[in-house]
């Protein structure tokens, strides 16, 4: 929808999140009115092709490009996911008025992006800029040359400040600010995946949900991040690379024999009987194997938030992501932790346009898979 001169200054504007993962690029279009109403206009996904993106980053090729038996050159991962891209945007063209928030699917780690927490002195008439900055330079893994570090002030107390660092690798940053621009986007701004799904959470949840401590676990195709929330505020995220969809279809190949578009159908459909020649008990007993891998991933992540030395008794932990809809997943978290768990699922809470998931609404594997996407798209500016 384009939005009229007059629309825009009586304060109506239009968002659209684009969610590049490593399975796919999902895309959620929101009207913002005049009071402050959102309302999911369009949605839609297109697949990844395989090995587009590896740790987040974009695969290109150095030197001429193999051919395939026919003679045809083969693409590599910047010219595929181009054209996965250009599918969706034909399908959704844009104007000039809609502002565009785009999130790449990249953790801590190899060609990621890092958070922590700092306390920081800051001497009387000090440059509290100059010595956050210097001070988080000078830890590892902040200390790369090649990183952008930017901070978020969470309080101060005295000459004490505490803080959120955010690093990203700069060669990161621009590789995929230069795939946005030549595909012809003009980004209003650029996150990560786990922020996306945050603020999806935080523009959704009840005011009583928000005051509890919480765990917000994004569990994507390759990978797995842990966002905490205290008293309705980021505390700091983690990113777990060996937590994630893959590791669970691995399991369920090895178990029952069937690859990841079977893997995926039982996910989305949280139907256990379409595994041809198991039972459902079968199926549930390979999943169970798989969950210990995962639950080993998500404990490593609630230790690390724990030992914090602000850390607060968790009241409440959040599935998101693709991994969300695992059947069974979320009582068996529930149960080894002892913590009420939920899914993040705001579109329950968000008005949508009937046309966009028809009459029956959207299915809580699409709820989840979209929910970065929407956090996106519900940005303010």
Known sequence: MALSL?????????????????????????????????????????PVPDGAIVNGEIQRREGDAPADAEGKKIKDGFELLSDALTKLMLRHPLDATTDIVASVNCGAGVGGVLVDRLNVKIPKNGNES????QTAQSRPPFDDQDNVIDYEVNSREGDEVKVNVVAAKNSLLDSWAQFFTMKGLKLSAMDVDIFGLLNSYMATVSDEEANK????????????SLAFVQNGVFHSMRSMAGGSLDMV?????????????????VFEKGDLSIVDGF???????????????????????????????????????????????????KAYVAE??????????????????SKVFGENGISLALSNIYAPALGLAMRKF
């Open 249 to 265: 279809i691995a399991k369920l190949g090895t178990h029952l024999g069937i690859d990841a578009a079977k893997a995926h159908e």
């Open 336 to 353: 080894r932790t002892g913590v009420e768990t939920d899914t993040v699922n705001p579109f329950r809470y968000v008005e949508c346009d």
């Open 6 to 46: 007059i629309a825009r200054i009586r304060g109506e504007r239009v968002t659209v999140g684009i969610d590049v993962g490593h399975y796919s690029i999902k895309y959620v279009k929101v009207y913002h009115n005049s009071r402050g109403g959102k309302v999911v206009v369009d949605a839609d996904l297109e």
């Open 279 to 329: 039972s459902e008990a079968d199926v549930e007993e390979a999943l169970k194997i798989a969950f210990e891998d995962l639950m080993g991933q998500i404990e490593m992540g609630l230790r690390y938030y724990e030992t914090s030395e602000d850390s607060m008794n968790l009241e409440k932990i959040y599935l998101g992501g693709g991994g969300a809809s695992i059947p069974g997943f």
């Open 213 to 224: 401590t919480a765990a917000i676990i994004n569990i994507g195709e390759k990978k797995m």
């Open 130 to 133: 100059a010595i956050i900055l």
